[in-house]
């Protein structure tokens, strides 16, 4: 992946999405970032507008996370929503999360906005389980 500043990275983001060009596998995609009126960076989210049959697998529409020390405060759930949003203003109308059994924190969070769990399976050792969300 080789080392970026942040505004190196950004700029190449904008630039694939300018392209509306995808390498083979590939889909549209788009990191958000919730960020406070300084700067600081609360977390991250990974949304994708398209399945492949990997993505389906494991994957999905979106992946996110939260700095550990801004853990357990709704920041999740809000970055989480809004990115619902932004999926569904695109037309998707369910949206697929994969998380591991053991990320208790995500479960709960994907199931108190609504995500309805499918099925799980294992993959070298790990439990994925695949949530829905209707939008």
Known sequence: ????????WKEAQLA???????????VRAETLFLVEDNGYIIGAINLR??????????????????RPEE???GYAFI???LALNRLRTSGITRA?????????????????????LENAYESNGT???RYWISL
Do not use: C, W
């Open 49 to 66: 507008y398209a399945m492949t049959d990997d993505l389906l697998k494991l994957g999905g529409h979106m992946s996110f996370g939260i």
């Open 16 to 26: 694939l999405s300018r392209e509306n060009s995808h390498p083979e596998g590939m």
């Open 96 to 116: 697929l999360v994969t998380i591991t059994r053991d990320n208790k924190a995500a479960q709960k969070t994907i199931r108190k906005i609504g995500g309805k």
């Open 1 to 8: 992946m080789g080392t970026h500043s942040f505004s190196q």
């Open 127 to 129: 439990v994925i389980d």
């Open 79 to 81: 970055m989480v929503k």
């Open 71 to 73: 853990r357990q405060k």
